[in-house]
């Protein structure tokens, strides 16, 4: 069965720009979460999602957005970038009413 | 909100020795804690979880044990070896869903031949 897939691995903007992440659950799995990883703080929640809704919200700016499609793939949107924003972004998908979440390699941002 | 606490920042130990990582968490209405193992270039990798009705839970050379009364969890490994070496994060959930999870800062584990 094929993991959590993120795509892309690496990615490079500039300040001031947008960039779209993408994640692919695993299949079956209708619950999409999304995580920032810094050295500094650490692994933070942004948003979940379940059947195209967002159902949980982390403590992010406006800047912060996703949403789900009804194959369960989700995208996140960062607009106006700026360099705090450089990070590893990690999704994560989970079985219906199972608490277990799988996460995915992860999408390495640098902002510049 | 929930705040996990997490000790010690890194740990190293000889191979075939034992580990101990220890977490403290704030919401007494978590019931779900899990384990991830994070090594270098990889997402967190599920190792082992237990829910708030259990007290204790083994998996071969990994334990997780778990006060409720306390607010505490802790991962065991036992018989570590060098590929044991990255870096592990406990996380709480269930205030706000289990999808919600809050994590620790993470423990550098580094086992030596």
Partial sequence: KAGVTQTPRYLIKTRGQQVTLSCSPISGHRSVSWYQQTPGQGLQFLFEYFSETQRNKGNFPGRFSGRQFSNSRSEMNVSTLELGDSALYLCASSLTGTPEAFFGQGTRLTVV | ?113
């Fill in chain 2, 1 to 113: 909100g929930e705040n996990v606490e997490q000790h010690p920042s890194t740990l190293s130990v000889q191979e075939g020795d034992s580990a101990v990582i220890k977490c403290t968490y704030s919401d007494s209405a978590s019931n779900y804690f899990p384990w991830y193992k994070q090594e270098l270039g990889k997402g967190p990798q599920l190792i082992i979880d237990i829910r708030s009705n259990v007290g204790e839970k083994k998996d071969q050379r990994i334990a997780v044990t778990l006060n409720k009364t306390a607010k505490h969890f802790s991962l065991h490994i036992t018989e570590t070896q060098p590929e044991d070496s990255a870096v592990y994060f406990c996380a709480a959930a269930g205030a706000s869903g289990y999808s919600t999870l809050t994590f620790g800062k993470g423990t550098m584990l580094l086992v030596s031949p």
